[in-house]
């Protein structure tokens, strides 16, 4: 069982920046491929970012892209969200979400394993 601990989240003006980690319990998770989603109120869960097992050619919403970055550090079962010129519109709760397989998929349906999330709050 993959467990995954997310942190990070906080309040920030507009135009400020943020950075998410999320941490895993096991080492197997150097071979899943891992993800962020964001859930507004009353909103679905959307996807934000993913990446595959080796860290190469991450993956973006068209929302974010430009201003985010996800990396991994698999020695430190850990992945990150770098989160640059935040938006209001970016608020909510950012989850870690991890997977089998290689498909960075955008259906938050398609993944096994899901952090506690982490609340996003950007000020106008």
């Known amino acids: 069982q993959v467990q995954l601990v997310d942190s990070g989240g906080g309040l920030v003006q507009a135009g400020g920046s943020l950075r998410l980690s999320c941490v895993a319990s096991v080492r197997t998770f150097s071979r899943l491929t891992a993800g962020w989603f964001r859930q507004a109120p009353g909103k679905e869960r959307e996807f934000v970012s993913g990446?595959?097992?080796?860290?190469?050619?991450?993956s973006y919403s068209d929302s974010v892209k430009g201003r985010f970055t996800m990396s991994r550090d698999n020695t430190k079962t850990t992945v990150y969200l770098q989160m640059n010129s935040l938006k209001p519109e970016d608020t909510a709760v950012y989850y870690c979400?991890?997977?089998?397989?290689?498909?960075?998929?955008?259906?938050?349906?398609?993944?096994?394993?899901w952090g506690q999330g982490t609340q996003v709050t950007v000020s106008s």
């Open positions: 990446i595959n097992w080796s860290g190469s050619s991450p």
């Open positions: 979400a991890a997977k089998p397989g290689l498909a960075t998929l955008t259906s938050a349906g398609e993944w096994n394993y």
